[in-house]
């Protein structure tokens, strides 16, 4: 078990659980997906591309923020960078279950998931959202 608490929360997280989850956090409802200037910076220089396509290809403004898009899924709504990763076996190429493809570089709202203020008052949504969560007694 890896057990990670943060003061102010009345709740733990077992990071084990997102090898068996299906990607809870990164997919269903939709929400925003906020990235800073410098995190636009660092996801186009991961992915190798300009900028200005970074930016049209993959992010919405709102107001003057960016946030990542959606798109239909199976469950709802997911995260544009949330996919099936290649793995190859046996000579053929494979699709395992999505992950983060852009993972090292992923927004700070992602790394700080589920650590966010707004679960400090409102613990049930994040309870019934991921099941890493342990709830204090
Ligand atoms: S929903 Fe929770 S358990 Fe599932 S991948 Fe996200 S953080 Fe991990
Ligand atoms: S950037 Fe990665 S971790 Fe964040 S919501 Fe999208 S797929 Fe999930």
Redesign the pocket.
């Known amino acids: 078990m890896s057990i990670i608490q943060k003061t102010g929360f009345d709740f733990s997280f077992d990071s084990c659980e997102c090898e068996g989850c299906p990607?809870y956090?990164?997919c269903g409802k939709s929400g925003n997906?906020w990235v800073s200037q410098n995190e636009i910076l660092q996801i186009s220089s991961f992915l190798q591309i300009n900028i200005i396509d970074y930016i049209g290809t993959y992010l919405n403004r709102i107001g003057n923020r960016f946030s990542?898009k959606e798109r239909l899924a199976e469950q709802g709504l997911e995260?544009?960078?949330?996919e099936p990763q290649k793995q190859a076996c046996c000579g053929k190429l494979q699709h395992s279950k999505k992950?983060?493809?852009?993972?090292p570089v992923?927004?700070f709202?992602?790394r700080q998931?589920p650590f966010w203020e707004h679960f400090k008052e409102h613990k049930d949504q994040v309870i019934k959202e991921c099941p890493g969560i342990i709830a204090k007694k």
């Open positions: 990607g956090c990164c997906i990542i995260c544009v960078f949330f992950q983060c493809s852009i993972y992923r927004p709202q992602c998931y």
